[in-house]
C-alpha cells in the first residue's frame, strides 16, 4: 500500500512508525452511505479500505426513487458506479465480513475479518445499514421489493389510488397507514394474528375517521402472479384484494459492531451521532441507515459525505488548520 504524502501524521504533524502501517480510514459498509463517505476520503488522499459483505437492506428493490439524477436506478447500479467512482479515487475495496472491530487507542482501530485478515486504521467508520423484520407470510418473498415495500417516503407516491393493506400493530402500523393516505384512501392494517396494540385514544380517532379498518386474523399467503400482488389469503377463509403491500413490522442493526466498540445507541440499535456523525467512540464516526433519521439513499450518500469531511479534518495537523474562535462563526 502507497501511504500519500498527507496522511499518517499524529495531531503534532509528525509521522509515527504505527501510523505508516496503518489505513487513515477503514469503512464498513459499502451501501451508499460508506461508498459516498469512501470516495470523499480517498479525494482528500486518505488511505481508505472499505470492507463490504454485499448484503444491502434494499437487495430486492426494483429501482431507487428520488435518487437525483438517478430515477429509478437499480441498486446494484448505484452500487456499481459508486465503488467504481471510489476505486478511480485510490479506495480499496474488499468483499468481506468484519466479524470483530477493536479500538486500541484514541488513533488506532483493528478490525478483524471473516477469512482472519486483520486491518487497522486510525478512523472508522460504521456505515451497516439495517435489517427489516419479515412476517412469515409465503409468497411475499415474490412480490417484495415490487409491490411490497417497508417505506412510504420511498414508494408510496408509486401507490397512488391503489389498495394498500399495512402489516404491522401498534404506533408503527398506524403512522404508516396515516402517511400513506398522501396518496391513497384505500387502506387496510392486518396485524397478521397479533393484537392491534391501538392503546392511544388517538390511534382509533384517526383511523376512524379515515375509514381505515383494522383486521387482526392471521395471514396465510399472498396470493400474486410474478411479483403483482392480487390478495392477501386470512387464516379464516377471507380473501382481501390489495395492489400493494407495506410492511411496519420492525428493523434492527445489520451487526453488532456498534455495540462491540461500545458506541450510544438508542432503544432501536441506532448509533447516536453528533452533527458530525461522530459517535460516543473517539474517531469512530457512523453514517446511513444505522444512525438516527430518514431512510434514503439520497440521505445516507449526503451523511456518508459529511462524516468524510469530519473525519478528513480530524485527520490534518493542527499546525494546518485555524483554531476555533470563542464565538460562533464558520
Ligand atoms: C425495499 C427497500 C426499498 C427502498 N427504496 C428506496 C428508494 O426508493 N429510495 C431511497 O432513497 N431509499 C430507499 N430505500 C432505503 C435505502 O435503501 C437505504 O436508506 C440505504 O440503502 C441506506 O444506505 P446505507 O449505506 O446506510 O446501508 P445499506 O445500503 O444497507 O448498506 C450497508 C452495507 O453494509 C454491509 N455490512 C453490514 N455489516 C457488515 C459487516 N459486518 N462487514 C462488512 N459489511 C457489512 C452490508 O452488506 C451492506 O452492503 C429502500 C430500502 C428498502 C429496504
Not at 480510514?25 to 459516498?36: F, H, N
Not at 398522501?182 to 392491534?196: D, F, H, K, Q, V
Not at 458506541?263 to 441506532?270: K, L, N, S, V
Request: charged share 25%; with cysteine.
Amino acid at each position: 500500500m502507497s501511504v500519500p504524502a498527507n496522511s499518517g501524521t499524529n495531531g503534532k504533524g509528525e509521522r509515527s512508525a504505527a501510523a505508516d502501517k496503518a489505513w487513515d480510514v477503514a469503512i464498513i459498509g459499502g451501501g451508499p452511505a460508506g461508498l459516498s463517505a469512501s470516495i470523499w476520503l480517498a479525494r482528500y488522499l486518505h488511505t481508505v479500505l472499505l470492507v463490504d459483505s454485499g448484503d444491502p437492506r434494499n437487495w430486492e428493490t426494483r429501482g431507487v426513487n428520488g435518487f437525483l439524477g438517478h430515477p429509478g436506478i437499480r441498486p446494484a447500479e448505484l452500487r456499481g458506479l459508486g465503488r467504481d467512482e471510489a476505486r478511480k479515487y485510490g479506495a480499496e475495496l474488499v468483499d468481506a465480513v468484519c466479524d470483530t472491530v477493536t479500538q486500541r487507542n484514541e488513533d488506532s482501530f483493528e478490525l478483524v475479518l471473516a477469512d482472519g485478515a486483520t486491518h487497522r486504521a486510525r478512523r472508522l467508520l460504521l456505515a451497516i445499514g439495517l435489517k427489516d423484520v419479515w412476517p412469515d407470510i409465503p409468497g411475499l418473498e415474490h412480490v417484495y421489493g415490487a409491490n411490497a415495500h417497508v417505506c412510504p417516503d420511498c414508494d408510496g407516491r408509486e401507490c397512488a389510488k391503489k389498495k394498500v393493506v399495512v402489516i404491522g400493530k401498534g404506533r408503527k402500523a398506524v403512522g404508516m397507514a396515516l402517511n400513506l393516505t398522501t396518496w391513497t384512501r384505500e387502506i387496510i392494517i392486518c396485524t397478521n394474528g397479533e393484537p392491534a396494540e391501538l392503546d392511544l385514544p388517538e390511534y382509533c380517532r384517526k383511523l376512524d375517521a379515515l375509514n381505515i379498518p383494522v383486521i387482526e386474523e392471521p395471514v396465510t399467503c399472498v396470493r400474486h402472479s410474478g411479483t403483482h400482488v392480487h390478495a392477501l389469503d386470512f387464516a379464516g377463509g377471507m380473501s382481501l384484494d390489495t395492489d400493494k403491500i407495506f410492511l411496519a413490522i420492525g428493523q434492527y442493526p445489520a451487526d453488532d459492531l456498534g455495540a462491540q466498540l461500545g458506541c450510544e445507541r438508542d432503544a432501536g440499535g441506532h448509533i447516536i451521532v453528533d452533527d458530525a456523525y461522530h459517535t460516543s467512540v473517539m474517531n469512530c464516526f457512523a453514517a446511513g441507515d444505522i444512525v438516527p433519521g430518514p431512510q434514503l439513499a439520497v440521505a445516507a450518500a449526503g451523511d456518508g459525505a459529511i462524516a468524510a469531511l469530519a473525519i478528513h479534518k480530524s485527520l490534518v495537523p493542527d499546525g494546518r488548520k485555524l483554531e476555533k474562535l470563542e464565538t460562533a462563526e464558520h
